[in-house]
């Protein structure tokens, strides 16, 4: 494995991530993203969440010796994940202190560096699987609830509070698990006719939406809608054995790419409409050493030697890139002739058809162009054709940046896009 300043720096410089997870508290590996401008979120194993729990003391000392050297160092520590899908762990001790173990961290932590930080500024949260439903997400997630017996009892205490600290909900969501044949284009953000809950009507036309839509239901029932969601994990296998449906870096691609670009594009799920969610891909190495089926250590999009799996669009592109949201560089004064409107590299494909539909529904501009048959067709893809149209609609109304806002998916570029739409896909 490479070493972790190596890792760091790649991550800090050449990728999209404005965040980590390690899955443990090393203090040598969480030292190299020292001065990285990476958010880290750490987390306490499973089997130190017990001694967490037993005093303030221990999550003080716990703190000092793991979390304070490398803050004071520059380490953005951002957050710290007590255990790891410990609700759904058939453990009785882990179950009954998770949430005296973050109780405790969240005081130690209030105090542990005042010299680096204010105080709650490192935020106390723990991450959850799909388990913790009653009911699948699908087919209606506006009637998922939480288990019997762990919504009062456990998840109810523990929404109270992530709201008193602003800390958010963090669910580990994997549309891979539920995949079937029938269902890989619906679970892979792919072309698919979509999925009807029975209950509101609504169409979900990805697997990750409808899995989300069910955790914010569940929470809603608590009366907890008010807490921010964020995805701990999510992420496909690009390989498997012969009966495990969907496994494959084809597929491992798309969603891979989709989910990042879905979710950082302020689209929102059918109930959470207009709404950017957090995200971290699982993982960023495949894990060779893994026990259980091929696909188990198979979720990386980085082999060991650091040479891709496959292009999952995450590097860079020459724009400033802060997490899965783009923000352009501040514009400079140029010959309004001089400017263009294109799609934002992380823009929904949804939204960006919703934008051709929109402009070319307009009686006053002609989208011949890319058309079947027409001088701009080829590329034949969403991005490409949404770059034209969305340009045709800016350049038609006097080259105004709110005329290339698009629902916050246009960013206006002083770099001709024609190129690039003749020789490849934006």
Not at 60 to 65: E, L, T, V
Not at 159 to 185: H, K
Request: hydrophobic share 40%.
């Amino acid at each position: 494995m490479p070493a972790p300043t190596d890792v760091a720096r790649f991550l800090a410089r050449d990728t999209i991530f404005d965040r980590v997870r390690l899955l443990d508290a090393d203090p040598a590996t969480l030292r190299a993203f020292a001065s990285t401008g990476l958010a880290v979120d750490v987390t306490v194993p499973n089997a130190d969440v017990p001694l967490l729990a037993t005093s303030l003391a221990s999550a003080r000392r716990w703190a000092r010796s793991r979390l304070a050297p490398s803050v004071n160092a520059g380490v953005n520590v951002s957050r710290v994940l007590v255990g790891d899908e410990a609700i759904s762990q058939a453990n009785r001790t882990l179950l009954r202190s998770l949430l005296p173990a973050m109780q405790n961290l969240h005081t130690a932590l209030a105090v542990a560096s005042p010299r680096r930080r204010l105080r709650g500024e490192i935020k106390v949260s723990t991450p959850h699987s799909l388990d913790i439903l009653a009911t699948p997400p699908s087919p209606s997630p506006s009637s998922a609830r939480f288990r019997d017996g762990y919504d009062t009892a456990v998840i109810k205490p523990l929404l109270r509070f992530l709201r008193a600290t602003g800390a958010p909900f963090m669910v580990n969501a994997y549309p891979y698990y539920g995949v079937t044949t029938a269902s890989i284009d619906y679970a892979a953000f792919r072309l698919n006719d979509g999925v009807v809950d029975a209950v509101t009507g609504l169409v979900y036309t990805n697997m990750l939406d409808a899995q989300l839509d069910a955790v914010y239901s569940a929470m809603r029932r608590l009366g907890f809608d008010d807490v921010e969601i964020v995805v701990a994990e999510t992420g496909w296998p690009s390989a498997g054995e012969y009966w495990e449906t969907g496994a494959g870096a084809d597929i491992a691609r798309d969603y891979n790419k989709n989910a990042i670009r879905h979710l950082g594009s302020g689209v929102g799920t059918p109930l959470m409409p207009n709404r950017t969610f957090e995200v971290s891909i699982f993982s960023l190495f495949d894990e060779n050493l893994k026990p259980g089926p091929v696909s188990e250590r198979s979720f990386g999009l980085y082999h060991a030697d650091m040479t891709p799996v496959y292009d999952a669009g995450i590097l860079t592109v020459p724009q400033e890139i802060v997490g899965t949201k783009v923000t352009p560089p501040a514009p400079e004064a140029v010959p309004e002739g001089r400017r263009w409107c294109v799609p934002k590299p992380a823009a929904d494909e949804v939204v960006l058809q919703v934008n051709i539909d929109f402009v070319c529904g307009q009686g006053d501009i002609d989208c011949g162009a890319i058309r079947p048959g027409g001088s701009c067709y080829d590329p034949n893809n969403v991005q490409a054709h949404a770059a034209y149209a969305m340009n045709l609609y800016f350049q038609s109304n006097g080259h105004h940046g709110f005329d290339c806002d698009f629902s916050q998916t246009g960013v206006v570029t002083t770099v001709d896009p024609s190129k690039n739409i003749d020789q490849t896909s934006i």
